[in-house]
């Protein structure tokens, strides 16, 4: 799930164990990342995405399923489309 949309970033320095360079490393060898940021924006995508998608679901736990249904991949989304965007009008 690679994304065009670029945005502005920040550099910063990240200490990693070898295996976990390694591994990294491996990713932009297979392809599909350019570099080793790419790999690293993908992951912390994806661990929000989760973080999302665990508070959503507490969310329907604790109000007895919400509107009776379990969400959907696309309430899912639109949560983390609402996230991105309260985000980034914070930082304006």
């Known amino acids: 799930m690679l994304r065009s949309d670029r945005m502005a970033t920040v550099n910063c320095k ?8 390694g591994f990294l490393e491996q990713k932009v060898r297979q ?42 991949e ?3 989304a639109e949560v983390v489309r609402l996230q991105k965007r309260t985000r980034q009008k914070s930082r304006a």
């Open 14 to 21: 990240i200490a990693l164990t070898p295996d976990l360079l």
């Open 31 to 72: 392809g599909g990342y350019d570099d080793l940021s790419e790999v690293v924006r993908e992951a912390v995508r994806r661990m929000q995405e989760a973080e999302t998608r665990r508070a959503v679901e507490e969310f329907d736990r604790l109000f007895d399923g919400g509107a009776k249904h379990p969400a959907t």
């Open 74 to 76: 696309e309430d899912i």
